[in-house]
């Protein structure tokens, strides 16, 4: 109860925003989130007797790239040349994806069809996620702090189920130690799989909600669809050539599936220069 209490006023706090400021509204609920994960993550720290002071209370509570206090000892630690490396790569990259996305965003998309429009800009607009991320993980090491990458070259995966062992690696490390094996994961993993899938979809449709002002079910399907071909390939082992299909494969299905996703993001900006399709408009 004491951890509930808690948890509401960090997540109502996105509403003191105004409410036509939906992009800050969404900033806001992704963190309200993150800080009620580490709030759920101490608890279960307390359970095993290993409750933090608050001096570590608060290093883990500020740090944005750990979100299993625990866990954090475990991740390697580049050497500081790699991680310049990585920070200047990872720059280059991020000033490539967002001219390459300025000019998606700009350029004239009537005659061309959506499902062209939409790849385009969904790989450009990942590939400065992943980049921003990327980039901000190796500053924050090379300033002396301790980082869990977010992602693992999440494109290259093999599967649906590879992808989002890859994919925003801190929620899937917190997913995994505080759900999917309390719940019993090991021992019944395609229900405890959607499980996290169910929860993971009812957070993106709060941060979106709370920023677009009104649950438009959208990352509901998306994670659930995402879920079910998680946990219906969580034991394929593509190798070989084989390997290569499954790549191809989960890429087509993501960036079809994502259509679901990015039209939450179209909702807080004209992502689309024609909307979405008819099928997908006005739910």
Not at 82 to 94: I, K, P, Q, V
Not at 158 to 168: G, K, L, M, S, V
Not at 177 to 204: Q, Y
Request: glycine share 6%; charged share 15%.
């Amino acid at each position: 109860m004491a951890l509930a209490a808690s948890c509401l006023p960090v997540l109502l706090t996105p509403c003191i925003i105004p409410a036509d400021k939906p992009f800050p509204r969404f900033l806001a609920a992704a963190s309200a989130v993150v800080v009620a994960v580490k709030l759920l993550d101490v608890r279960h720290d307390r359970k095993r007797g290993a409750e933090p002071d608050w001096q570590a209370f608060l290093a883990f509570l500020t740090n944005p790239f750990v979100h299993v206090r625990r866990r954090l000892a475990t991740e390697p630690r580049p050497s500081r040349q790699s991680d310049l490396l990585r920070f200047s790569a990872s720059l280059l990259g991020l000033a490539l994806s967002a001219s390459a996305f300025r000019w998606l965003i700009d350029f004239e998309w009537t005659g061309y069809s959506f499902a062209l429009e939409h790849v385009g800009k969904a790989v450009a607009f990942m590939a400065i996620v992943f980049s921003l991320l990327a980039a901000a993980a190796a500053l924050w090491r090379l300033l002396g702090g301790a980082a869990r990458d977010y992602m693992d070259a999440p494109m290259a995966a093999r599967t649906p189920a590879d992808f989002w062992r890859r994919y925003n690696r801190n929620m899937q490390q917190f997913f995994y130690e505080n759900v999917f094996k309390p719940a019993g994961g090991i021992r019944d993993p395609i229900r405890t799989t959607l499980l996290v899938f169910v929860l993971s979809a009812a957070m993106h449709e709060y941060i979106f909600s709370i920023a677009i002002g009104r649950v438009q079910f959208y990352q509901t399907a998306f994670f659930l669809l995402q879920g079910v071909a998680a946990a219906a390939t969580a034991r394929v082992k593509a190798t070989g050539k084989q390997a290569v299909f499954w790549i191809a494969a989960t890429l087509v299905f993501n960036l079809t599936s994502g259509v679901l996703f990015f039209a939450s993001i179209n909702g807080l900006m004209p992502f689309y220069s024609r909307g979405l399709p008819a099928a997908l408009a006005g739910w």
